[in-house]
């Protein structure tokens, strides 16, 4: 089987860990954050600003290639690495998780999920084996299976069923890895995908299921869906103390700074999240600070002084209060692009400083100090 | 007087010219396209795009600084130049044009021009002191007179009104300008503006009005809004013919490659235009292959074919069509942003490449080489 080891653990604080994925486009230390470069392109980004940025992996996602630009392309294109000029490491997602939020008409059966696309109407059945099919198009070097991501409020009985359909389709995901081969000369590892809702046993029974054979890596995924935050933070403790220790785990779309913060604390090696893109695009910016509203008025006449202090990024070393305040007011395009990049550059710093403080054995302070601003009751600044 | 001799000329080739503007912030050959910079922005660009794009000179709007950020922030930030991160020399407009376009309830009387802002409708009133002042604040380069653009169709009297109105304009601009002093530790040039329409007579009116004064630079409006393009040829030809060869000759708001390269073989030594940066974020690009729609599927499987092979800019060395055509066509913010970086390169290497043929003595030959493709009846590609 290939890529059946790519992760190095290397050190450990308490719960939280420090290693590293030995993957086919690259090395990435962990604690790692993903942007989210939903089609081929993380928005209002460059391939140079990805350079720059310092990012190590980036997440695609399956669902949107799929329609567009479609499989034809991206296995023309020699597979999204090309494609989009980014040569570093890639984990795709299933399509599953857009399945259920944007396709319309969508119906779940034992064969895989049907949908109609939300661009155009046309039929697409997703299943297993098609969705890693998608993902051998694509070529990322993590593929994730498909699984069902039944809402935060489900009950048992839905979460139950949920799981087990979900287990038995990561059991064919992964024959239809094992069966076809990489078209663009690299390896591909398969996550599976570890389910259950906010129910403890369930999540073991989920385990149980997935763990009767050997992954590169496990996700978990059915968190930070609108579950209660005592929830999430006590099924992540959960997967985080149970999961093979010398295997990466993928917390599925978390978070902020403070959920990812928490959850590297419980054992978590890898995140995503739109969050920190989205909200620039928005004029929420991240800063060491605490929460900006960069749109403001109290900004308006902040002459040379940068965003954040502490930040390296391009928008802070360029640009003050005053300028970025006036881009966000006048809703110039070139404002989305800046607090992106200042975003971005926060959540990777974040991931840094947690790596070092894991290696320094000096975690938990690290995780206060950075979250002391964001536990104010309103925006420094 | 400040700043009356900002202009060598140093070769022609018939009526074209080359030359070299020498303003506080450079010196910027000629002939010169400035990129339009609206709201202390190139839409989409930040300071770094528009340095290693190798702009010259840019072009603000005073209508849309006045109203946001305003002038207090532009007075506090010392002016556009440290506002936005541009330390190039600056043009900008005298906001007429944009009150007569965007402005509510436009009031036209001899004092000045009262609007409504077209943000909150807000009563405002630009006289042509108050444009000075306004300019000053913004601290540009060069300033431009308040004027009235008439449109292209009015009849003689308007515009022959319209003329004499603008031409009194010019002279209280003057006094504003001789009379006020910068407030950013440089001095500004001050440009009256060529009115008069499609009517030979009332164009040489205009220029007699003016040219009895001394100025350093002239600008021919109201061409380029609505008029057919013999008369707007004419008209331009007209005025390179019989404007003071020493001065500068800035025609407003023009244009196409066509237009430019046209204008620039009749006498015209400066250009600004939206349309490079509007039709980039809408997918027409320019090439020297001719006009491309980016969005076109005919683009879906060209791997490894820059959008213009004769191309330097960033998009085309970094990205091929198939890509650029993808982020198009599902309206990738980025793709706004690679399209103006190509259509501004674009523009600016056109220019050089017409200052290089003028001092060769073959700009006619240069100028049908570079319209050739654009002539055809349908983009070649």
Chains 1, 2 share one sequence.
Not at 56 to 64: A, K, V
Not at 167 to 180: D, G, I, K, P, V
Request: charged share 25%.
């Amino acid at each position: 089987m290939e890529l059946a080891r790519i992760f190095q653990l290397e050190a450990r604080d308490g719960d939280a860990r420090a290693g590293r994925l030995l993957l086919p486009h690259g090395e990435v230390p962990t604690p790692v954050f993903m942007p989210v470069g939903t089609r081929a392109s993380v928005k209002t980004l460059d391939c140079r600003d990805l350079r720059e940025l310092e990012i190590t992996m980036l997440l695609g996602n399956s669902y949107h290639l799929y329609l567009r630009p479609g499989l034809e392309v991206m296995r023309g294109s020699g597979g999204l690495h090309p494609f989009m000029r980014w040569e570093g490491p890639i984990l795709t997602d299933s399509g599953g998780f857009q399945v259920f939020s944007l396709g319309d008409l969508r119906k779940l059966k034992e064969e895989g999920a049907e949908f109609r696309s939300h661009l155009d109407g046309s039929r697409h059945l997703f299943t297993p084996e098609s969705v890693v099919e998608i993902q051998r198009a694509l070529g990322s070097d993590i593929m994730m299976q498909l699984d069902e991501c039944p809402p935060g409020d489900c009950d048992e009985a839905y979460a139950s069923a949920s799981l087990e359909l979900s287990a038995r389709w990561a059991l064919r995901a992964r024959r239809a890895w094992e069966e076809s081969r990489p078209l663009h000369g690299h390896p591909q590892a398969l996550f599976p995908i570890v389910q259950g809702g906010v129910h403890d046993h369930l999540r073991r029974r989920s385990m149980e299921l997935l763990l009767a054979h050997d992954w590169p890596g496990v996700a978990i995924g059915g968190l930070s869906v609108g579950e209660a935050k005592p929830d999430m933070r006590r099924i992540t403790a959960l997967c985080g103390r149970e999961l093979p220790v010398d295997k990466p785990r993928y917390l599925m779309g978390v978070g902020t700074p403070e959920d990812i913060l928490e959850s590297i604390a419980l054992g978590v090696d890898m995140f995503d999240c739109v969050l920190p893109t989205r909200n620039a695009r928005k004029g929420t910016l991240f800063t060491s600070l605490g929460r900006v509203n960069a749109r403001s008025a109290r900004h308006a006449m902040a002459f040379d002084q940068p965003l954040d202090p502490a930040c390296d990024c391009f928008t802070c070393r360029h640009y003050d209060r005053a300028h970025l305040r006036h881009l966000f007011h006048v809703e110039e395009i070139s404002a989305m692009r800046l607090g992106t990049l200042h975003n971005l550059r926060y959540y990777l710093k974040l991931m840094e400083g947690a790596r070092a403080a894991i290696r320094a054995g000096c975690y938990p302070a690290y995780l206060q100090a950075c979250l002391a601003p964001y536990r104010t009751a309103a925006p420094v600044v």
